[in-house]
């Protein structure tokens, strides 16, 4: 199996995406998606790091950070933020998936996916692409018709600041889809 190598530059502008296990659609309920917002705060926190854009769909969730300019270590802090969130979601919500045996053996519960997607944010255009990518996710994923309509994105902060107007989005109805990954 081919190794997988991780751009690792202090600083540097990164768009993730990290998956629920087996796609449970564990964010569709409001307080699920606050518990997670709770515990990337938290992090954020004791481990700085800026979040230009984010959206939190029923099964995965999509962000841009801006790392600290001495400090790359972007697995760690999504690490501690599904470690944190687990914990408090079992807690308050349980789990229904049993354990397989790899996961009983490295202490993992049935919330996540192991791994993540990463991808290095390269100049403002790829930017500006991944961004509209984020926003546009939940009607790609056909939770909403049009972007205003999902709250749990970074969207509406874009509007107040003027970089979209409230009916983005709505022009793509009938072409291909803004920038389009395999999820």
């Known amino acids: 199996m081919p190794e997988y190598r991780r751009v690792i530059i202090k600083g540097g502008v990164y768009f993730f995406t990290i ?20 515990s990337l705060d938290h992090i954020q926190k004791y481990h700085p790091f800026i979040v230009i854009a984010y959206c939190i769909l029923p099964d995965h969730v999509h962000f841009i950070w801006q790392m600290p300019e001495n400090d790359a270590n972007y697995s760690m802090r999504i690490s501690q933020i599904k470690r944190r969130f687990s914990m408090r979601y079992i807690l308050q919500f349980g789990t229904n998936f049993p354990k397989t045996e790899s996961r009983q053996k490295r202490r993992e519960v049935m ?28 009607v790609k994923h056909g939770v909403v018709d049009v972007v205003r309509d999902w ?6 902060d874009y509007v107040r600041q003027g970089y979209y107007e409230l009916d983005w989005g709505e022009e793509y109805e009938d072409e291909v889809k803004p920038y389009q990954f395999g999820d």
């Open 111 to 138: 919330v996540w996916q192991r791994r993540f997607w990463e991808h290095y944010i390269r100049d403002e255009e790829d930017l500006n692409k991944h961004i509209d990518y984020i926003h546009y996710n939940p």
């Open 151 to 156: 709250n749990a994105s970074s969207f509406h």
């Open 19 to 38: 998956v629920t296990y087996e796609r449970q659609k564990i964010f569709l309920l409001p307080e699920v998606r606050a518990l997670f917002s709770d």
